[in-house]
């Protein structure tokens, strides 16, 4: 019975050393409130404020990306800009037609490359070459969970 006594009053002097030892180095610390802050202070006496923010929306921006004119209006034709950048980029020979072949060429050129011996098959080794690679990392939406243990009750 002595022995538990002595280890919960020795559990309890540590604990009040280790409160004792932690306040007493927060004493010393100088209080943030008496700090001033670095955009307040002014080295030639002027009063400088902070650049203010852009108040446009991110769907305010999208639209003036699309109103080329600047009408405040979105046609088709500006609205299919993109669309026909992107055909224009497909279509080699300008002739205003797609073939498969057109379509295909970037992917065809990936495995013509892929191929390195030449057998109009790939190799496992060859396909990893294709792997697609990702200019960011996938969001994680929360970190892995260790597993549960089962508790018994």
């Not at 929306?57 to 026909?84: I, W």
């Not at 300008?94 to 065809?108: C, I, M, P, Y």
Request: with cysteine; hydrophobic share 30%.
């Amino acid at each position: 019975m002595w022995r538990f006594l002595a280890g919960v009053a020795s559990a309890l002097l540590l604990c009040g050393a280790g409160l004792v030892w932690w306040t007493n180095g927060r004493q010393h610390a100088p209080l943030l409130s008496a700090i001033e802050p670095p955009l307040a202070r002014s080295t030639d006496g002027s009063d400088a404020t902070p650049p203010e923010a852009d108040e446009r929306t991110r769907e305010q921006k999208r639209f003036d990306r699309y109103d080329k004119d600047r009408n405040e209006q979105v046609s088709p034709d500006e609205y299919l800009m993109s669309r026909h950048k992107a055909f224009a980029k497909l279509d080699l020979n300008s002739d205003g037609r797609l073939t498969f072949e057109e379509w295909a060429k970037k992917t065809t050129d990936k495995f013509a490359k892929a191929d390195a011996d030449g057998s109009k098959a790939l190799s496992r080794a060859e396909f990893a070459t294709t792997k697609l690679v990702r200019k960011t990392p996938p969001k994680r939406d929360c970190p892995p969970q260790p597993p549960k243990e089962d508790e018994e009750t």
